[in-house]
């Protein structure tokens, strides 16, 4: 999702996640308040999980800085299976409208600012405040979009396309996390990706 401006009305001392809701649609400011009053700021150090395997998740969380993953666990090997950063939200879609156990884990593999929130007190924003389902759906739209194109990249065969389909979706990430993180996300090994980078640099 890309970054957002907040908008003035949503500003100092509230919630960034208020202001970040706000953004995608105008809330009242009743939403403002309840979201004010029942998120809490959170901080996960490098390689900490929010949440493993088998948990049930019960927070939504929203990232004010830093890069979250999920994975899962193939034997020893992780697989990645998303990435996400600034001003996106993560949580295990499993815990968030079925409170099943998780079959991922969400880890974190930058020093983290979060703002959590209890899926009850979603779910009651939900039940009470009808502009919040108009956000709900925008949010679900842009993250559909996201997993589509996960979907597309994962079929592409040739390796060397894969990663520059990567470059053209997500150059942020680039140069920004370790390798062994977008190997995985691109179903490669390390070893391969080096030598595509290295032709790209030699380009």
């Not at 390796?159 to 990430?173: G, P």
């Amino acid at each position: 999702m890309k970054k957002i401006n907040f908008p003035s009305e949503v500003g100092a001392g509230n919630s960034p996640l208020a202001a970040f809701v706000h953004s995608v649609y105008p809330v009242s400011d009743q939403v403002i308040h309840y979201i004010n009053t029942h998120s809490v700021a959170k901080h996960a150090g490098r390689g900490d999980h929010l949440l493993k395997a088998g948990d049930v998740c019960k927070h939504l969380y929203f990232i004010q800085k830093g890069v979250i993953r999920g994975y899962v666990k193939d034997g020893s090997k992780e697989i990645t299976t998303w990435i996400s950063t600034e001003n996106e939200m993560v949580t295990s879609i499993r815990g968030l409208h079925i409170q099943q156990p998780s079959v991922e884990n969400i880890q974190a593999i930058e020093s983290c600012e979060l703002v959590a929130i209890p899926m009850d007190a979603l779910h009651y924003l939900y039940d009470h405040f009808v502009e919040m389902n108009i956000v709900a759906r925008r949010i679900l739209e842009q993250y559909y979009g996201n997993a589509e194109d996960r979907a597309f990249i994962s079929r592409i065969p040739n390796a060397s396309k894969r990663y520059y389909h990567f470059l053209e979706t997500q150059s942020n990430l680039a140069n920004r996390i370790s390798l062994k993180y977008i190997a995985s996300y691109l179903g490669m090994t390390i070893e391969t990706l080096s030598r595509i980078r290295g032709k790209q640099v030699k380009k």
